[in-house]
């Protein structure tokens, strides 16, 4: 029944070590979202996808890759990672890209070491 | 560029209290609004919206929100809190027209007291 789903839910690893963070939706949406909530609560968006395509690529470094095997599905990869990358990452989904309600994934907090 | 401001970091209330947490935007056109609650150590979930229409919303949990365009604010308010409503709050824009970029404020931590 969930709605937007991640995996996993919580993460710790080392640095430099190269981890994947899972979404899925099964609103039938067309656009999915990556967010980055920092330790203050500031959440940010990262990247935007449109039926697999990206639209939104806000300054992030390269080490972040998002990829869409399909519509209801849009990972994140981090390669390197850096101890600056923990955080919480939401996944979020909406119908439309431009005006619709984005409904949120359950976070994946993330802690590097 | 957007951005949304949150004028209380942490706010502090009494069960039976009643609230109002203050939002200001910036932009210059036409916007989408929301607020979003997170209880601890959950996720983002959608109080209530702004697309057009009535400027006062009503939402869940017996929270609305008014749009004041001439403000440029959309303050979200609740005549009596319970110690259930504790939780971040961030009020979020998306202009119209833009690719779905949501601006976050930074939150508002709501505390209520039993």
């Known amino acids: 029944d969930t709605a937007v789903s991640q995996t996993p839910k919580y993460l710790v690893t080392q640095m430099g070590n190269d981890k994947s963070i899972k979404c899925e939706q099964n609103?039938?949406?067309?656009?999915m979202y990556w967010y980055k909530q920092d330790s203050k609560k500031f959440l940010k968006i990262m990247f935007s996808?449109?039926?697999?395509?990206?639209?939104i690529n806000e300054t992030v470094p390269n080490r972040f890759s998002p990829k869409s095997p399909d519509k209801a599905h849009l990972n994140l990869h981090i390669n390197s990672l850096e101890l600056g990358d923990s955080a919480v990452y939401f996944c979020?989904?909406?119908?439309?890209?431009?005006?619709?309600?984005?409904?949120f994934g359950p976070g994946t907090r993330l802690t590097v070491l | 560029a957007q951005s949304v401001s949150q004028h209380n970091h942490h706010v502090i209330l009494s069960e039976a209290a009643s609230l109002e947490l203050g939002c200001n935007y910036s932009?210059?056109?036409?916007?989408?609004l929301f607020w979003y609650v997170q209880y601890p150590g959950q996720h983002l979930q959608l109080l209530l919206k702004?697309?057009?229409?009535?400027?006062l919303v009503k939402g869940i949990k017996g929270f609305e929100a008014e749009f004041i365009k001439s403000k440029f604010s959309f303050n979200l308010r609740k005549p009596s809190v319970q110690w259930s409503d504790t939780a971040e709050y961030f009020c979020?824009?998306?202009?119209?027209?833009?690719?779905?970029?949501?601006?976050f404020g930074k939150g508002t931590k709501l505390s209520v007291k039993p």
């Open positions: 609103l039938g949406h067309d656009t």
């Open positions: 979020a824009v998306n202009a119209r027209g833009s690719q779905g970029n949501l601006i």
């Open positions: 932009y210059g056109g036409t916007v989408n």
């Open positions: 996808y449109n039926n697999k395509e990206l639209i």
């Open positions: 979020a989904s909406s119908q439309l890209a431009r005006t619709d309600t984005q409904y």
């Open positions: 702004y697309f057009s229409g009535d400027p």
